[in-house]
């Protein structure tokens, strides 16, 4: 678990037996790393910040709760030395509007958002009680092919609603996947940090995409980067996601990514090396997904499956009657129309440069997505209505004053 603690010196989360601060270089001092001091931070709604979920490169995300440990919710905080880069800072809300746009049960939904004391953005969203993928590796190593294959399923039915939606999630990763267990404890994948997402300004466009959010500058992780972000390239769609889900599949089965070494090597490798078949380190592996795998790691994104329709269609076919599976028609029905995504992402992210302030907390039943975004949606139109009132005051405050300077002149 992450122990909670900060570089002294720049405040950079950092872990108990890191020697120096990977942001600022101080070496560890004697007595250890400083703990969080966000840690006990209140948010507007009341909950206190109780402990440190996960950081990444852009900031952390705590746990948060009332007295008694009562309705947990996670909060992404942005680094506050980043959040004056305009970048991060669009990035940071173009997150929190998509996820609590999309409606689509895999993806944990932002609820609300606001600033820290220190100005440090943040966005609260549902609490996932579970662990990453990343840390369920590295403990079991491999998984079930049974397990794999809900992982595939769900994961691709989610990603095939997104991207007909025209969002690109672009840093999918073992961190990035929570291994949560529905009401019934079955295995239900919930998808984290669309911090590097896209929107695509025309969701059924051919050819190079055009984009409606600037590309990121530095992309994600090495082992689990498409041939093309590998390459830099700033028009990578949909299929990018393809292939690096093909690489999390691969690491599950496998016991390690097609591409180890240096992150200059694993990118060489992405580009011009063809992965050993999973089957060479697992023999167990059914020879079809085998196969499925091999074309969603294929180097040129036209030799690769054409979306995650088609990859669940194949799965299906070659494994039927697999648990833990969502119909992709229903999640379709059920998550926002793209005419509602564009428009949140252009009122939040586009034209704004701030998001309207958290006011009350979430009180809807967290495991509706449905119902807490209902709650959620009025926050922003009370604090658009206040600020109104706000401009109405300080209007007539300067026209009395005007008025009242224009008489003592005249006098
Ligand atoms: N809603 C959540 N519920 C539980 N844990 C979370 C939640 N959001 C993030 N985490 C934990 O925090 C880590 C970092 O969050 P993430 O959104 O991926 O941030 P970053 O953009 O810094 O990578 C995740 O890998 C996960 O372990
Ligand atoms: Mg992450």
């Known amino acids: 678990m992450d122990p909670g603690l900060t570089c002294g010196g720049c405040g950079h989360p950092v872990d108990r037996l890191e020697p120096v601060c990977p942001a600022c270089e101080t070496p560890r001092p004697g007595a250890g790393w400083t703990p969080d001091p966000r840690l006990g931070d209140r948010l507007p709604d009341g909950r206190v910040l109780r402990r440190r979920l996960g ?24 680094r506050p030395d980043l959040s004056g880069d305009p970048e991060l800072a669009r990035r940071f809300r173009l997150e929190a509007v998509l996820t609590r746009s999309l409606n689509i049960p895999q993806v944990v939904p932002a609820y609300e958002w606001g600033e820290l004391p220190d ?23 491999t998984l079930p092919v049974e397990t794999v294959l809900v992982l595939a399923r769900q994961v691709l039915s989610a990603l095939d609603v997104a991207h007909g939606l025209g969002v690109i999630h672009r ?89 180890t070494g240096s992150q200059q090597d694993v990118l060489r490798h992405h580009i011009e090396t063809p992965p050993h078949p999973v089957t060479v380190h697992r023999p167990d592996v059914p020879a079809e997904l085998g196969r499925i795998l091999s074309q969603m790691l294929e180097k040129d994104p036209d030799h690769r499956p054409a979306s995650a329709g088609a990859v669940l269609a194949v799965l299906n076919a070659a494994f039927p009657g697999s648990t833990g599976s969502f119909d992709p028609d229903q999640l379709r029905a059920a998550a926002a129309p793209r005419a509602e995504l564009v428009r949140q992402v252009e009122r939040h992210v586009l034209r704004t440069r701030s998001l309207p302030a958290m006011a009350d907390a979430p009180q809807a039943d967290q495991t509706s997505v449905a119902a807490t975004r209902a709650a959620a949606t009025p926050v922003g139109a009370r604090s658009g209505r206040r600020r109104a009132w706000l401009a109405l005051a300080v209007g007539l405050g300067l026209l009395g004053l005007g008025v009242a300077s224009w008489l003592v002149l005249r006098a």
Do not use: C, W
């Not at 090495?222 to 599949?249: C, F, H, K, N, W």
């Open 171 to 259: 840093d999918l990763k073992p961190a990035n996947l929570l291994m949560a267990r529905d009401a019934q404890g079955r295995l239900l994948v919930r998808i984290l940090d669309f911090g590097f997402a896209r929107l695509l300004a025309d969701a059924s466009a051919d050819g190079p995409p055009r984009r409606l959010t600037r590309a990121r500058t530095v992309l994600g992780t090495p082992t689990y980067m498409s041939p093309e972000q590998a390459r830099g390239s700033l028009v990578v769609d949909s299929r990018s996601d393809l292939y690096s889900l093909g690489v999390i599949l691969y690491r599950a089965l496998a016991g390690v990514a097609p591409f």
């Open 55 to 78: 950081f990444g490169l852009t900031g952390s995300v705590y746990l948060a709760d009332r007295e008694g440990g009562h309705e947990p919710i996670a909060v992404k905080v942005l």
């Open 119 to 141: 100005g440090a953005p943040f966005f609260t969203m549902e609490f996932v009680d579970g662990p990453g993928l990343d840390r369920v590796l590295a403990e079991q190593g």
